[in-house]
């Protein structure tokens, strides 16, 4: 028989897979792992949160608990749930039955599941992301269809911070019905959010060109460690009476990151609710066709937690641990940089929120301390902070120090 996949090409390589294999590959003892955007403890250690530890023990002992399909739009609560973590319960669109959700294979499965629904139904073709942004937000919508994708400015490597004249210029120049992606808390990989009234200034703009807003919730809490304050920009453009997607996911925060656990929550026109039948019965044949239904481990934990003030509560706490070790380890590394005098200014350390830094180290830099010092980021520069602990934070400051000092280019 003649074999016929010889014309397959191999795949461009994806700069996070990459990072990680050399990563994995490095056996010096005393490497160090910047790379994947996933909560390590002070030990180096990933956290399974103790509330999470509760609520399984209770499932293995529920005689009741099985592993019976969920339906294609996943559990029937946790659609409740999740669109009023991000929305409030309070939220008019929420009391007003226009936002609902639908559960979905974490944040990726509902900028996935978003994005084939507006190819498929509303033929939008046209996306703009930050420059940078999540190296997979391009793939994905570009797997889903759209075929004219863009970018604006957001980083500006002078000022190490958000380039937001620029980022206005840019979206005002988007033609009608173009999405507009945006990061709603803790901007990966940048660690730059827009202000409130940066916020207000681009939905003038998004409201008088009619742009869409699809809005990547990945890191609700992780900015602050305030779950409602995070969620600010979803609730203003909301209040305003955007229609929207919102894409949820509960890997970072609730630290369930292969449970593949999120929410595509959709928000519609005031006085539209009625539009919700036919959309869901959209979904409905997008989730079955791609897959049945989602995962229902995850779904379990979340809607246990959301269900329940006092597991809220313990939530609340793990995320503030969460958030102020990485504070601390920002502090501690600005510190000892600004200690050795190294070349630059180290201020946007703490400036910047959430779990990345970016820390402006060329790809020839990021080469360099690599192979020198064993210190493993992205290619761009990002590191993960929560990577940092007292053990590794003294070699990681010497190394940058090292670096920036003998590579120039
Ligand atoms: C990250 O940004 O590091 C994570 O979301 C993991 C990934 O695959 O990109």
């Known amino acids: 028989m003649k074999p016929r996949f010889q014309s397959v090409p191999a795949a461009e390589s994806i700069p996070i897979v990459v990072a990680r294999d050399s990563c994995v590959a490095d056996l010096n003892e005393n490497k160090v792992d910047l790379v994947v955007g996933a909560y390590r403890t002070a030990e180096g250690e990933p956290w399974v949160m103790p509330f999470v530890k509760k609520i399984e023990q209770k499932m293995a002992n529920d005689p ?16 409740t749930l999740a669109p009023r973590l991000v929305l ?16 979905t294979l974490s944040g990726t499965g509902a900028l996935r599941m978003g994005a084939e629904f507006l190819v498929r139904h509303l033929h939008y073709k046209t996306i703009y992301m930050p420059s940078p942004t999540w190296d997979n937000h391009a793939l994905t919508f570009h797997y889903s269809g759209f075929k004219d994708l863009h970018h604006y400015r957001y980083w500006d490597p002078a000022r190490k911070g958000v380039n937001f004249d620029g980022m206005l ?28 009234e940066q916020w207000t200034l681009v939905a003038d703009v998004m409201e008088k060109r009619n742009l869409f ?103 609340k706490k793990c ?67 929560c990577g940092l602990n007292d053990k590794n934070i ?5 190394a940058i120090h090292d670096t920036v000092t003998k590579v120039h280019d």
């Open 64 to 79: 009741k608990f099985n592993h019976e399909y969920l339906w294609f739009l996943g559990q029937d609560k946790f659609n």
């Open 88 to 103: 409030g319960d309070r939220n008019p669109a929420i009391l007003e039955r226009r936002a609902f959700g639908v559960q």
């Open 169 to 196: 210029e840019d979206v005002r120049k988007a033609p009608e019905n173009s999405v507009i992606l945006l990061h709603m808390a803790a901007h990966n990989p940048t660690g730059c959010d827009l202000t409130r």
């Open 213 to 315: 807003p699809f809005i990547d919730a990945a890191y609700q809490g992780y900015a602050t460690g305030d779950l409602d304050r995070d969620a600010w920009p979803v609730r203003y453009l909301a209040d305003r009476g955007f229609e929207l997607f919102v894409s949820q996911s509960f890997s970072k925060n609730m630290a369930l990151y292969g449970e593949r656990i999120g929410c595509l929550t959709v928000v519609l026109a005031k006085g539209r609710s009625e539009d919700a039948t036919n959309i869901l019965s959209q979904l409905t044949l997008i989730a079955r066709a791609t897959y049945i239904s989602p995962p229902k481990y995850g779904a379990e934990i979340v809607t246990a937690v959301l269900s329940d003030p006092e597991l809220m509560e313990e939530w």
């Open 319 to 385: 995320l503030r641990v969460m958030v102020d070790r990485v504070l601390s380890m920002r502090s501690g590394l600005r510190e000892r940089l600004e200690k050795m005098e190294t070349p630059g200014d180290w201020e946007y350390i703490t400036n910047q929120i959430g779990m990345f830094s970016f820390l402006g180290l060329t790809p020839r830099q990021v080469e360099y301390i690599r192979i020198k010092h064993h210190v493993h980021m992205l290619s761009n520069g990002r590191a993960n902070m």
């Open 394 to 398: 003294d070699k990681v400051a010497e």
